[in-house]
């Protein structure tokens, strides 16, 4: 449009190429339709808000030449599948204006969908309109389904209806079939039931582990794909297409040129309305079909989160477990190192000074002239003998008795004999322990069952959570 502004006006004034051919004599124009299509558009901004897609000025242009509806500009901000019909305030050409848009968030980067702005004057029955629409629509297949019909456009609700075939494809029902289909394998999943497919439950089967993240993620994909083209949004669409249907045919049916009842637009309109019923079946068919499916997944999101809470339950029960196990271990060795400590205090200083001062194996007793001297049972062989009193030079050495024998003999036994009774005692000591641990576990498996059965009391069918006792039971009925 920007290359040839010209030309652009030159099809809203009918001028030059686009003036209407001269018809023969006798012959009249009963229908027709003037588009201005803008299909694949490639501009990422096509469908923000606020944004539109021809200059102010060629816009402009356009709304006012072709009587399009001046509300479609306050329309480019508007959420989800939006249809819109009305007439205008001009009582002697009066217009049927229709807006059908749907735009889509972005999608690597840019904008989807599409829109038509339509007009249909009375006075000669053209329609006249704007369609745009990007690469992910319907738009080319919906114009060349338009051709087709091109002895039907007379009536303006064509197009719309068309567009509306094709964004209610057999591709939703398929695409509903298929998140059943997927929440069937994560139902089998999530109970792992005994009569299911090896194969189905492969990707959520890892090294024999259930892999909940990867069922989780699974489950709000599924849960996006069920409500992908949410069936009550297009109900509501219909309904305002049938009000729409029903101005025209108000406006029309006593109009000579729409061939009035039993004519051709008149048998379209049945048609259309005969459509429209049927979308609206259908629409109420996959409604229902979501909404089981939706409580599905609810149901099997809420097993998921109870079994992870279950789990992470269990973790904290195995975690206090080994913590009370570690904190008894701890106490074991601090009884230890206080039974170390005690005989340290009792036995080191004792030993220690006994050594010291009392051994009699080291004789340092001080004589004549403050030396040392030991008493030996053989004589010296100098100076012919040697006297008792005499003191002999000091050498600064001492002499090892020949009795310290009797200390190792009275050392090792006594020795042995302590570390046989340590060891006895040690051995109750652990059979002793051994019994604590075993109390320990019965106490943590106890306080596990608890959590665990008040968990499922609140969480499952007592049905198949509590065992009633038959006994119990048949002494009641009796």
């Known amino acids: 449009l920007d290359e040839l502004p010209d030309e652009f006006v030159n099809f809203l004034h009918r001028r030059g190429a686009f003036e209407p051919p001269k018809l023969k004599e ?36 356009m709304v006012r030449n072709l009587k399009l509806p001046f509300r479609a500009i306050e329309g480019t901000s508007v959420v989800g599948p939006f249809f819109w019909c009305a007439f205008d305030q001009d009582d ?70 068309i567009i509306l075939s094709h964004d209610l494809s057999g591709a939703n029902d398929v695409k509903q079939r298929d998140a059943r289909e997927w929440l069937r394998k994560l139902e089998h999943a999530v109970s792992m039931r005994q009569e299911i497919l090896e194969e189905e439950v492969t990707n959520y089967v890892k090294d024999s582990m259930v892999d909940l993240d990867q069922i989780n993620r699974d489950l709000v994909e599924c849960h996006s794909q069920v409500l992908w083209k949410r069936p009550q949004a297009y109900q509501e669409i219909i309904k305002s297409m049938v009000v729409a249907m029903d101005n025209f045919w108000k406006m029309a049916q006593s109009d000579e040129k729409y061939g009035g009842r039993g004519g051709t637009v008149d048998k379209l309109h049945r048609s259309i309305l005969a459509r429209l019923d049927f ?67 009792i036995f080191l200083p004792a030993t220690y ?33 040697t006297s008792p009193d005499a003191a002999p030079e000091d050498d600064g050495n001492s002499v090892v008795s020949p009795l310290i024998w009797i200390y190792f ?23 002793k322990y051994a019994a ?6 019965l106490g943590i498996d106890e306080m596990e069952r608890k959590i665990m059965a008040q968990m499922r009391k609140r969480t499952m069918s007592k049905v198949r959570t509590w065992d009633v006792g038959v006994s119990a039971v048949a002494s009641k009925l009796q």
């Open 436 to 441: 604590e641990d075993a109390e320990i576990e």
């Open 26 to 61: 006798g012959v009249h124009l009963t229908a027709g339709m003037r588009l201005i299509l803008q299909l694949n558009a490639q501009h990422s901004d096509t469908f923000s808000p606020r944004y539109i897609s021809l200059t102010h000025r060629n816009y402009e242009l």
């Open 279 to 345: 979308y609206q079946a259908k629409l109420k068919g996959i409604e229902n079909y979501a909404h089981i499916t939706l409580e599905r997944l609810h149901i099997q999101r809420a097993a998921l989160y109870n079994i992870i809470a279950q789990k992470e339950s269990k973790l904290g029960l195995t975690m206090a477990g080994e913590q009370r196990r570690l904190a008894h271990s701890s106490k074991r060795d601090s009884n230890s190192m206080k039974t170390l400590s005690l005989l340290g205090a």
């Open 92 to 161: 002697d050409d009066p217009h049927l204006q229709i807006i059908f848009r749907k735009s889509d968030v972005r999608k690597k980067g840019k904008t989807r969908g599409w829109e038509i702005m339509l007009s249909h004057s009375f006075r000669d029955g053209i329609t006249t309109g704007f369609v745009k629409g990007t690469p992910s629509s319907d738009m080319v297949a919906s114009i060349k389904h338009l051709k087709a019909c091109a002895q039907q456009i007379m009536h303006p609700m064509l197009l719309p209806v």
């Open 353 to 385: 000074l006994a050594s010291l001062f009392s051994m009699t194996f080291f004789d340092f007793q001080d004589q004549k002239n403050n030396y040392f001297y030991y008493y030996a049972n053989s004589t010296s062989v100098s100076g012919g003998g």
């Open 409 to 431: 003999v009275v050392t090792i036994p006594l020795t042995a004999l302590i570390v046989l009774a340590w060891r006895i005692w040690d051995r109750r000591r652990e059979r």
